[in-house]
């Protein structure tokens, strides 16, 4: 993936909102004769009256001016978003931004991730339009001592397609994780939840928690030489593969072609067939019918015995060069061991059903382009309906209320998050499926970066505490 150099340009964040703005192109209209008494008056007069009227009708109407932003990261954590898009300003690509967003969450954010998580990346050009990539580093890795599962995936990416140096990527997270960070909501819950304060201690949101041990490794890792580092990949470990496509309502869908990404397949398709049009959307019997496809399909391809459980992170980046980067990670919690993190202890016999995913317009090429994970496959069908059948923008898409389906006839849906399904909804479910339970904090999260023409947007998921920075 190639890079090219821009001038330094202001950093954002989602809570403080972008506008729309155009960058002037400008009219030649003088000539060297027009810059001569009462002509040059006449012309620099009316030159200047059309630019203010045209700044007082582009502000009524966008707003203040801001630059359309170059690029942006989401992730579950406002500092990993910043890391991320802090690579993207030094000139790196939305790998590069990927896996520092990763490393940063594998410190911020130990409840859902770590450095021994596996997962898989999903890679994009939309300028060469070339089909995606995945890069696949789940199942029984052989890892080298001392080199934990995600670095061995992220030193692949880096090997295949990253453009800054693998110091650069790593180092942020080191630093973070020496210096300290706010103890998040989430957190907090996971430790409370799974009973794991034996892990960090008693915890409180906005202390600060300094992850001493987790910092050295950090910063071993960081000064692996490049040329080191690459030795440790072995030969098909990780996997590098082409993304599974699929059409839904004019759109292409590019999934990792593992187990889960034909499941999301069938069920879209047959969600598909019910023609449900955005007006569709806001009545019962739509939330019903992707429901029970949904359940359908869990029975299908038995999805609750097949694939292991576990915690998943999720980084969504769109660099200035149109590449677009999906990473999920997942891994099942065990114990800390003494370089700082925790091992993950997840049966390698079952694949995982996490995966990342990219949404592209069909038949408009300047259409929507859309960058996100999910942790499962009822979020994943929910996520790409609310986007694309209901037509709801990043923001509303990724924060519309959820399911899960718990197994044995069981629905699980959000007890606290807001907005939540209606009343009306909740009967029409319960004649499908009696036993609806609410499924307490934290939840899975998903981030979103979405391109439409050269409108950047991007958005975090509040399940997950992060805020998305543009820049």
Known sequence: MTTVEEPDVAETREDIPLKRGKRSTGWYVCSEECFSGFRFVVVAFGTLTFVITVALLVQIYYGDYQIVPHGSVSTDNLECSKIGTSVLKQGGNAVDAAIAGAFCLAVAAPHVTGLDAEGHMILYNHRTRFPPNVIDFTGPLTVPDNIPRLVLGLAFAHQQYGSLAWKDLVQPSAELAERGYLISKQLVQAVTRSKAEHLYGRLEPGQILRLENLSKTLYRIADIPENELYTFIQRKQPVLSQALKSSFNNYDVYVPNTPIGPALVSNLKKME???????????????????????DTYAEYNISDRFHEGTSSNVAVIDMNDN????????????????????????????CSRMPFIVIDGSFICGRRIVLGAGNLAVATELVTTLLVAKENATEGIEAPRFYVLGNGTLGVEGSHLPSFNEDVISYLKTLTPNILPVPEPYPSSNIVEKFKDDLSSHSDSRGGGIASRF
Do not use: I, M
């Open 273 to 295: 067939s019910f023609n449900f049009t955005e007006k569709d959307t806001a009545k019962p019997e739509y939330t019903y019918r992707l429901v029970e496809a949904t359940q």
């Open 324 to 351: 677009y980067v999906s990473l999920v990670t997942f891994s099942a919690r065990g114990e800390l061991n003494d370089n700082g993190y925790v091992l993950d202890v997840a049966n390698k016999d079952k694949p």
